[in-house]
């Protein structure tokens, strides 16, 4: 518990010192349509999103487990290659082994590109790059790893939203060395939206190996709170378990865990 303590500490006093200096800014009053576009991972915005995941149970290991995720959105109204809006996201790990080490996990960059807005929602699609910065093996991928991604969102749909990402991972270095690691990822996010602010819904990451066919299957519930004033923010905890994993799949050997999150975001005003 000690050790539980001393992981997540920082966390909370970084969220503890944000919403007290956002506490006292002029604050509008939230909406859903506010908290809509706060929710939706396709809105063009500038965002820095810290996250952290305590990982108390994990298949097969003994010892509290976290992943600290610091990510960064870039968002353009349009490309100087391709004249789309588009999202640049950069997400680097901070990330301790159940009872082992603690240290860098691997980076990754993915570019979204919003190819086509209706009333209904809008479609993109893009590439993830994954960058092996792990400095243990515990804590990563030892392979480079690329491939495309997709992404739906539905939003006519009052009170609720709806998207959908679809991800893909291909090992491209070192497959003598360590095999082919070919992995799938799709993400659906379904949130239901009050007046004053609140939220909840689901965003669980469902994975599948192509080479076996495996898969892993986990289940959250976000309960989260967005408001405003000279930026907008979010603040959300997340519970999640494994509902179903096969047997021998290795890249996701998290049983149960809690994540504590706290976004800022600053949208691109239309010129």
């Known amino acids: 518990m000690k050790l539980l303590f001393q992981k997540i500490l920082p966390l ?41 995941f305590g990982i108390f149970k994990t298949h097969g290991a003994d010892g509290f487990a976290q992943n600290f995720r610091l990510r960064g959105i870039i968002p353009l109204e349009k490309g100087k290659l391709l004249p789309f809006p588009q999202l640049i996201r950069v997400i680097a790990f901070l990330n301790t082994a159940p009872g082992g080490p603690t240290g860098l996990g691997d980076i990754t960059i993915n570019q979204f590109f919003i190819l086509s807005k209706m009333d209904w929602g809008q479609f993109g699609a893009g590439w993830n790059l994954q960058i092996p910065t792990a400095t243990s093996p515990e804590l990563g991928s030892p392979q480079w790893q690329l491939g495309p991604a997709f992404t739906v969102t539905f939003t006519n749909l009052g009170n609720w939203q709806m998207y959908w990402i679809w991800q893909n991972f291909f090992s491209i270095s070192k497959n003598n060395e360590y095999g082919n690691r070919n992995v799938t990822a799709l993400q659906p996010n379904i949130f239901y939206t009050w007046n004053n602010g609140l939220y909840a819904g689901m965003e669980p990451l469902w994975q599948m190996d192509y080479e076996t066919g495996k898969i892993a299957i986990p289940l959250n519930l976000r309960l989260g709170y967005v408001w405003s004033g000279k930026l907008k923010y979010n603040a959300y905890i997340e519970p999640e378990f494994m509902a179903y994993r096969s047997e021998g799949f290795p890249y996701n050997l998290n049983d149960f865990g809690i994540r504590l999150g706290f976004r800022w975001y600053l949208p691109v005003k239309s010129k």
Not at 23 to 46: G, R
Request: proline share 2%; aromatic share 8%; no cysteine.
């Open 12 to 52: 909370f006093l970084l969220l503890a010192l944000s919403w007290s200096v956002s506490a006292q800014e002029t604050e509008e009053k939230t909406s859903v349509e506010l908290s809509q576009q706060v929710i939706n991972p396709t809105t063009l915005a500038w965002q820095l999103q810290l996250e952290e």
